[in-house]
């Protein structure tokens, strides 16, 4: 779990034009998420960063738990969604593919 947030931590505050970078810790952020949601206790750590200090961290981890928590997910995606900051834009996709049901984190 450290190294999850470890990683999400170090995503977030990423920038456009740092998209080398945000791509490859967004890639090992989500494989280590795919971990923890195998598992009922990693489910319960991811839940714990549902409030974390840094938007991007929630938002990331509010997408990650969309498959088996959407009830607590999209009340903090929305949330995000409504800061029009940097992160708003992907909470705001997020959601329209959970609502469409083409939302997929099994890849």
């Not at 998420?33 to 509010?62: C, I, W």
């Not at 949330?79 to 939302?103: N, P």
Request: glycine share 4%.
């Amino acid at each position: 779990m450290a190294k999850y947030r470890e990683t999400a931590e170090a995503w977030a505050p990423l920038t456009t034009d740092q998209t080398r970078k945000a791509n490859r810790l967004f890639d090992a952020a989500h494989e280590l998420a795919k971990n923890l949601r195998r598992t009922d206790e990693g489910r319960a750590a991811l839940l714990t960063l549902l409030d974390h200090a840094v938007p991007g961290v929630r938002m990331f981890t509010a997408t990650e738990c969309l498959s088996f928590d959407p009830g607590s997910a999209v009340p903090v995606l929305e949330a995000i969604e409504r800061l029009a900051d940097f992160h708003s834009l992907e909470a705001k996709y997020a959601l329209k593919m959970f609502r469409d049901g083409t939302f997929d984190l099994d890849w």
